[in-house]
T-cell receptor, first 117, second 111 residues
């Protein structure tokens, strides 16, 4: 299967600081990438859809000014959590969709565990 | 009605048995269907995709799709303790949109 990397895998930051998470598709091009968050023992929550070269589409209730998404190339999308607070502590996971005709497989990165102290 | 529904489980099966995981979806125009496996503390891993009615087999896994009944299932033959995980059903309504995930079914395979 296709490989998606995410960096960092784990980050601890102080309240009020910003954290940037990178998501890369390593062996395929991805016009569309997705950002999710997941709390312990809870289901995935889609935060936003990131399209290369255009503004991200945010899900209802997700603050676009707090969660900045940039999709600068066909292999890289970044999520910046600005002015992080303890309630932002979560498991953030990106995914990338392989653009291959009608096939729509979506591959996940390994995730970034964010802890805000 | 939730868009993608799964029984949360846990579903417990003995080692070597067949595990059957089920999923229903509400939107008839859904086109693509996926099964992901998620181990605790890890991200989801794609294990099967299915696009047309019928069965699709890959090793010990078989996905079954019935669009008329809006039902998709995953069978795991010869279940192993390493199959113990949460299995997520995902549906894509149309190209360009995000997957819609069910809440997942927790499978426990005992040795």
């Amino acid at each position: 299967g296709a490989v998606v990397s995410q960096h960092p895998s784990r980050v601890i930051c102080k309240s009020g600081t910003s954290v940037k998470i990178e998501c890369r598709s390593l062996d395929f091009q991805a016009t569309t990438m997705f950002w999710y968050r997941q709390f312990p023992k809870k289901s995935l929550m889609l935060m936003a859809t990131s399209n290369e070269g255009s503004k991200a589409t945010y899900e209802q209730g997700v603050e676009k000014d707090k969660f900045l998404i940039n999709h600068a190339s066909l292999t890289l999308s970044t999520l910046t959590v600005t002015s992080a607070h303890p309630e932002d502590s979560s498991f953030y996971i990106c995914s990338a969709r392989a653009d291959s005709g009608s096939r729509l497989e979506q591959y996940f990165g390994p995730g970034t565990r964010l802890t805000v102290t | 009605q939730k868009e993608v529904e799964q029984n949360s489980g846990p579903l417990s099966v003995p080692e070597g048995a067949i595990a059957s995981l089920n999923c229903t979806y509400s939107d008839r125009v859904s086109q693509s269907f996926f099964w992901y496996r998620q181990y605790s503390g890890k991200s989801p891993e794609l294990i099967m995709s299915i696009y047309s009615n019928g069965d699709k087999e890959d090793g010990r896994f078989t996905a079954q799709l019935n669009k008329a009944s809006q039902y998709v299932s995953l069978l795991i033959r010869d279940s192993q303790p390493s199959d113990s995980a949460t299995y997520l059903c995902a549906v894509n309504r149309q190209a360009g949109t995000a997957l819609i995930f069910g809440k997942g079914t927790t499978l426990s395979v005992s040795s």
